[in-house]
């Protein structure tokens, strides 16, 4: 039977495509209100206008803002004497101004994912209020979902990646059910990728009956000498599960990152693994499948169950550097653990490096 793989559904990208406008589109313009001691969503700061302009600009390539809807005019670079409060002889990456901290910080919490060092910062004066607004994914759970994973960012504990597994179903022998990934701010989901479970080969009863034929008709010719004991490699009656699980769920330094192993049939019909990562960068949920392409991951020993990550390097980016190291075995040292893979972080995604 043909090689056949799950697949994957992304909603995110989905509802980007159905909106009226690129998700990014400025919100229409609206009369401005001026408040005392408003909130400002600093992006960074820089001494020239040039860098700041130019960072601003590597931003939106980056679809930095696709969950946050800036106001008309925004982002913006400003000097920062131009609003109270600000350390002056600055150029200012500013995504709005918020009328409550509350705001600013959800705001804040969703370009974290791209802009690890924005914040929020109390005016001292009058400004005019220009709050971004949330560009949430409408999508629900049902209410027989089980929660697997949930890993908070590092930097902002409300922004979550969570894993569920949906749609437990059996059809004939095989049993199987969907995971759905998803990222949420607060009560609002901002993305979500499905990873499909299916049931293939006999999967109804005229399809076993015709299997067991077959089967039968081969075993008859290999009796008579006429066929070869590898005919039987295939599957011919049995409904296999392509189910997709959960391996990792890491809260690495910078943000979460996840292992997951996706099923397809391979030659003579044998289940593979293909192993998948699932992180956030570049405005949506980055999928990087196939990771283990050309590997048996069981016959070179490797595990993807529970591993764990280490940075590499010292400083501020040691982050973009990892080790995956597999779980510690109970009564082993840690330093007996050989990694498993390293992880480059590529801008948008992480470049995985399996060990052979």
């Known amino acids: 039977m ?10 995110a990208l989905l509802t980007f495509l159905l909106m009226p406008g690129s998700a990014v589109a400025a919100a229409p313009a609206q009369k401005q209100q001026v408040q005392e001691k408003a909130w400002a969503i600093i992006l960074a700061s820089k001494p020239q206008r040039a860098e700041a302009e130019a960072q601003l600009a590597a931003m939106q390539k980056d679809r930095a803002f696709t969950w946050a809807r800036p106001a008309e005019g925004y982002p913006q670079v400003i000097e920062s004497s131009s609003l109270p409060g600000l350390t002056p002889g600055l150029q200012v990456l500013l995504l709005g101004v918020c009328g409550t901290k509350q705001e600013a910080q959800a705001a804040r919490a969703r370009v974290l994912p791209m802009v690890d060092q924005a914040y929020v910062k109390q005016l001292t004066g009058p400004a005019a209020l220009a709050c971004p607004q949330p560009i949430p994914v409408t999508s629900w759970l049902p209410g027989n979902a089980n929660l697997l994973a949930t890993v ?3 930097k902002e504990k409300s922004l979550v990646l969570t894993v569920h597994r949906v749609r437990q179903r059996k059809v004939m022998e095989c049993e199987t059910s969907d995971l759905r990934v998803r990222l949420s701010h607060g009560k609002d989901l901002l993305a979500e990728q499905f990873f499909e479970g299916t049931c293939q080969g006999a999967c109804t009863a005229s399809e076993k009956k015709e299997g067991q034929r077959q089967l039968d008709a081969i075993r008859k010719r290999i009796a008579s000498g006429d066929g070869d004991e590898s005919e039987l490699d295939a599957n011919f009656v049995d409904c296999q599960s392509l189910t997709p699980a959960l391996k990792s769920a890491l809260g690495t330094p910078g943000r979460p990152l996840l292992f997951i192993e996706t099923k397809s049939l391979g030659g003579h019909d044998v289940v593979m693994g293909n192993l998948t990562s699932v992180t956030v960068g570049c405005g949506q949920l980055q999928v990087m499948d196939s990771l283990n392409e050309g590997l048996n991951l069981d016959v070179l020993g490797l595990s993807f169950d529970g591993v764990e990550a280490r940075p590499l390097g010292q400083g501020s980016e040691a982050w973009k550097q990892l080790e995956l190291l597999p779980k510690q075995a109970p009564g082993s040292t840690p330093a007996a653990r050989k990694p498993v893979a390293t992880g480059t972080w590529n801008g948008c995604a992480w470049d995985i ?4």
């Open 353 to 356: 490096e399996i060990k052979t």
């Open 152 to 154: 908070p960012f590092e």
């Open 2 to 11: 043909p090689v056949s793989a799950p697949p994957l559904i992304s909603v």
